[in-house]
């Protein structure tokens, strides 16, 4: 038995349209049959539910196109820094699986923001490769990290991770340091020198000790949904098994690319651990660093055992996502 993924890792022109086709066809009908129970959480998830609630058609509509453009990003980073070696359409199909199968984020146009920007702060990162003069680009990169943290502030933990990896990509040095620094703080003291301006208080910077000491430990009952993210943390192991196996035949530069985006990713996953109560917010971003490593091994290691997880891996992400429609309308 010899199943070929070839298709999906280079597909023609007509398999890409249809399937970003089918991914909105499936984004739009479950619209109409599912609707995610809560409204986007934290400060800015409240006035954004004032401006466009989340359970609207627009907010769907408005999700699905940044998730294309969060598609069209990771195709174009892979394509200029080559971290899987090849052109392949694989994180993206990843990416559009899991982001039309998980039905909470359809609507939370927040957090696919905050994702799109924290995918293009890993882009203007790697970037800075070899270059210890990367003054600009640090401060561009950590400038757009703190806009982000406008839509999920928990991202602010971020900034000491890609610090570390700085080192990995061998562009650290103190005038680096030093402009990411103020790249990070400039959205802040905008944003707070325009509430002085106009109410005169500055009472809630009192409350920022508060924020960064709070935490919160994963804590899901739903069995449903810790069987099929325990499959998707089993697929993911064994994906960086594979990818570290396979490491020997890629340059260095790849390499230290690769251990970027995974340090990066295991930040997001500590916080959807630490920083359980805003989980759905991490999940856009947490789907891009996942397509990531999974297509590394779908594209570069073919074999019958990569083809069936991949199989696998979309039959539990479809089943997942008709078992909480049919739970739902059940209830309902």
Known sequence: MKLNLQKLIVP?????????????????????????????SGRIGTFAEGILPSSSLAAHLLSFGVMMLNSFLLAQMNNKYSF?????????????????????????????????????????????????????????????????TFLVPEFVYLIVLIWVGYFFLKCSSFRVFVASFLGLITPWILLLSTFYFLHDNLDYIYRIPTFLYKYSFFSHKNISTNIYFGILALIVVFSLFQMTANARRDSIQIRNELTFIKLVGFGVLMLSVLRFSNNISYLPTIAIFYAIIVAYAFTLIRNLFNSIVFIMLCVISFIFMFYRIILYNWIV
């Open 12 to 40: 023609p022109i007509y398999l890409t349209v249809l399937t970003y086709l089918v991914s909105f066809g499936m984004w739009v009908s479950t619209y109409y049959i599912y609707q995610y129970p809560y409204p986007m």
């Open 84 to 148: 899987i070696r090849t052109r392949t359409f694989m994180p993206t199909f990843v990416y559009l699986l899991l982001s039309t199968c998980w039905l909470p984020v359809h609507g939370n146009y927040v957090a696919n923001l905050a994702a799109l920007l924290l995918l293009l702060v890993v882009f203007l990162t790697l970037g800075m490769y070899k270059n210890s003069q990367a003054m600009e680009q640090a401060f561009l990169s950590s400038f757009v990290l703190g806009l982000s």
